[in-house]
Every structure is written in structure tokens, then in C-alpha cells.
């Protein structure tokens, strides 16, 4: 039975109504962008109280994006993790962003990098994979490839396998990373059918991401022959490295499941699936709440 404080969580977010702004449409859902946008200007504050007696944070300018590597003190790990934010490529990330990435150094024994990459609308799906790439370069140049875990939450868990996918597509010199652990990924964009009918039988239970949320954000984040950045599952997983994904029953993304499991299926992947009965959208980045503090030894495990 969830606890106390996670139906604390729940209900603040549904009496907020952050699936109803995120539901907007035509003009209004531009007004949404604009006022995103003017948020991505406002530097992150580095939680340096809570970070800085057992970790070191070092700042990194990476061709223009800037990017944050956090590992304990005195200790100089063979992994290491690449951690993409989620927020649908809107929404900036948050102090509590890179005090996983101190929980995730620490417990998963990884040098964690954390770069603040190109969001929507200013910048297009390509571009944002442009950057993280170059930061995967980076990080090739101290640690085997084998020993790299890509990490993402919402829209940083699709981030990852559309990382992937065009690493493959565009024939970089890059090999894939040794494993992907996705919590809520975004896999097809925009949803099938079947997943839109899948996405609202769980409408009214998901209180953060309104079904209509992927087809308006689309054609912001890439049209034409860059579309298919949008939907890794439907790209050719061929070779892919091993993935964990966490879905909860009351978000509407768990719609991707069924499909993902095929495709991982049809071309040899391992996946590793975590069900988080009576949870919500990334409730695993909810720090505070017990359900979040169990999940994240979930996330450690796998990302050894």
C-alpha cells in the first residue's frame, strides 16, 4: 500500500493540476513553450551543502553545454554514468537532479556526468542529441565503453535509447554504452494507436502526463527525416546493449511497455522490467518519499 507521504505527493500534484497545464492546446500550448523557454535561462543551483562534504562537483564547458561530474571524494571509479533529466525537453532540471547523481556515484561506485543540454523549443531533438554525444566522446576518453551506463528519467530515459539509436543511424565511431536504465521512458512519440487507447484507460489515474502532451510536443522536437528520433522502439535494437526500465501502473507511459518487450524480443535484447504497482510517473525522483528511496536501490543495483 503506498504510503502516507507519497499520497501526500500524489494528491499535491493533482490539486496543482500539472497534467492540466501540460494539456494545452494550439495558442495556449505555445504560451506553455514561451514560458519554458524564459526558464531555461535561470542558472541550476548546485545543492553544495549537501553535496560538497562527500563529493567532488566539477563544472565542465563540453563544446558550449555545460555539464557537471560528481564522484566521491578521493575516489576515481572505472564506471561511469551519463544522466539525461527528464521534463518532456522543456522543463529545466532541478537541485534534487544532481543529488541522485551524488547517490548514484556513491552507491553505484560510477563517476556521474550531468549535462545541461539543449531543451525545446530553442532547439530541435537532433541538437540535443548532437550535445549529449559530444559528451558521451568526452566520457569515452576516460572510461571503456563497456563500463558506461546511460541513465534517464521521462523524456532522458527515451533520450538515451534515441542516443543510441542515432549513434547507429548516423554511423558514429562511438560503440553503444554496457547498459541503459530507463526509468519512465518516452519510446514512441507520437503513440501508436493501441498505445493512445492503452494511454487513456489510465488517464484519470496519471497525475503529471496528459495523453495529448505527445502529440502536440512532436513536430517541436523534430519533423520530417529527423521524426524518427522520436520513436527508438521502432528502430532496429539489433546489438543494443542490456536495459532496465521502471514504469509505474498509474502512468499512462507504461503504454509503451508491450511493445518495447517485443521489440527487445524480436532482436535479442535483455530488458529487465521493475513495476512499480500504484505509482505514478518517475516517482522515483520524488526524494523524499519511501517509495523513492526503494526504487533508487533498484536504480543503484542496475547501474553497477
Known sequence: ?????????????????????????????????????EKHKKPLKVPCKKLEPDFVVETKDISGT???????KGKFPQNAVL???????????????????????????????????????????????QSTYRIYEKIL???DAQNVRFFGTSSGGGQALSLC??????????PLPG?????????????????????????????MIPPRFFDNIAPVLAMGDEAYLLSPILFDLTGFPPMDIFYGTE???IAYLKDMQAACKKYGVQLNTHIGEGMMHCWGVMEFVPEAKAVRQEYFKALK
Not at 555545460?66 to 566521491?72: H, N, S
Open 83 to 129: 544522466y539525461l533529466f527528464g521534463g518532456g525537453y522543456i522543463l529545466p532540471p532541478n537541485p534534487g537532479d544532481l543529488i541522485l547523481c551524488g547517490q548514484i556515484a556513491k552507491n553505484a561506485n560510477a563517476e556521474v556526468w550531468f549535462p545541461l543540454y539543449p531543451m525545446a523549443p530553442e532547439h530541435r531533438l537532433v541538437e540535443t542529441l
Open 66 to 72: 555545460v555539464c557537471y561530474v560528481v564522484r566521491e
Open 141 to 143: 576518453k576516460k572510461h
Open 165 to 174: 539509436m542515432y549513434i547507429r543511424h548516423e554511423n558514429l565511431p562511438a
Open 179 to 207: 547498459k541503459l536504465v530507463l526509468q519512465s521512458p518516452g519510446l514512441q512519440v507520437p503513440p501508436s494507436e493501441d498505445q493512445k487507447a492503452e494511454m487513456e484507460k489510465r488517464k484519470n489515474a496519471d497525475v
Open 1 to 37: 500500500m503506498p504510503s502516507i507521504r507519497y499520497k501526500m505527493v500524489r494528491m499535491l500534484f493533482k490539486v496543482i493540476g500539472v497534467n492540466k497545464m501540460l494539456d494545452k492546446q494550439g495558442e495556449d500550448f505555445e504560451k506553455l513553450l514561451a514560458k519554458y523557454k
Open 251 to 253: 502512468e499512462v507511459m
